[in-house]
């Protein structure tokens, strides 16, 4: 990675300079398959299910294949095993994010998903979190998890190192399509597409500018995970403090 961190510095340092760290293994072994099984097993769910409760999540689901997690647990709502095992990953995840970048982030299911690219979906263009994922906080970060080998036959995602910093001076884009172009892209920094296997994560500041890596080739299949994290300030962040994730689920329906 370039600015002024090599891969040397801590995670930490390369995501506040860099606006992106790559961290190998970032879940063990274990943990990865913990959470290909989950994952699996919520596809093979929402695959089975006819009609959904919230439209929201079958919104999401027919137009990009996508899980948005907020709504699940109420939507395994009876399957009390995998609920408790998207939990325990999710907790994973959580516990890590906050050993190598802090203890302040919370986990922020209001905008986190599973993503399944079968072929068919519109690879993800030039996009910052904070505006096109509608994120709508001062402080948050994306856990990219990869569940399959990317970077070299399968597409990983894109980064334009350093851009976080140029992309907080601009306005948000606020229309339907909230996208850049190549050329906006080239500018903004240096592009780098980390080569992950299942358990390494991309950790990305939601300022950070970033797209699918454009696959050359046909058809393919890949499935990874978007958790992404929130800091809070005042209130909130003392409140939060009782619990890993924002809003705590004392507080919320959805969890
Ligand atoms: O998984 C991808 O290819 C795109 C993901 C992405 O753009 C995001 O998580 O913000």
Not at 25 to 35: C, E, H, K, M, P
Not at 80 to 106: D, E, H, I, K, P
Not at 214 to 228: A, H, K, L, V, W
Not at 243 to 252: E, G, N
Request: include cysteine.
């Amino acid at each position: 990675m370039t600015k002024a961190s090599a891969a040397t510095d801590s995670p930490h340092v390369q995501l506040t300079t860099n606006g992106v760290a790559v961290v190998r293994q970032f879940l063990n072994g274990d943990q990865t398959t913990a959470l290909r099984h989950v994952v699996a097993s919520v596809y093979d769910a929402m695959a089975r299910c006819s009609e959904f409760a919230n439209p929201e999540m079958a919104e999401n689901f027919k137009r990009w294949n996508g899980v948005w997690l907020r709504p699940l647990p109420d939507f395994l709502n009876g399957h009390s095993t995998l609920t408790a095992q998207y939990r325990a990953s999710v907790a994973n995840v959580a516990r890590r994010t906050r050993m190598l970048f802090g203890g302040g982030w919370r986990y922020y299911p209001l905008r986190s998903y599973f993503r399944k690219y079968t072929g068919a979906e519109e690879l993800v263009p030039w996009h910052i979190d904070a505006d096109a994922a509608r994120v709508d906080r001062a402080e948050a970060i994306n856990v990219w998890l990869p569940l399959d080998a990317v970077g070299a036959g399968l597409p990983s995602l894109e980064m334009v190192v350093g851009s976080h910093d140029k992309m907080r001076q601009l306005p948000l884009l606020t229309g339907e399509r909230r996208y850049r172009d190549d050329a906006f892209a080239a500018s903004a920094g240096i592009k780098v597409v980390p080569q992950l296997d299942p358990g390494d994560a991309i950790i990305f500041d939601h300022f950070t500018l970033h797209r699918t890596q454009p696959q050359i080739g046909g058809i393919f299949e890949r499935t990874s995970c978007e958790f992404r994290f929130i800091k809070l300030s005042g209130w909130r962040g003392l409140l939060a403090m009782t619990s890993s994730q924002w809003p705590p689920s004392f507080l919320a329906k959805n969890n």
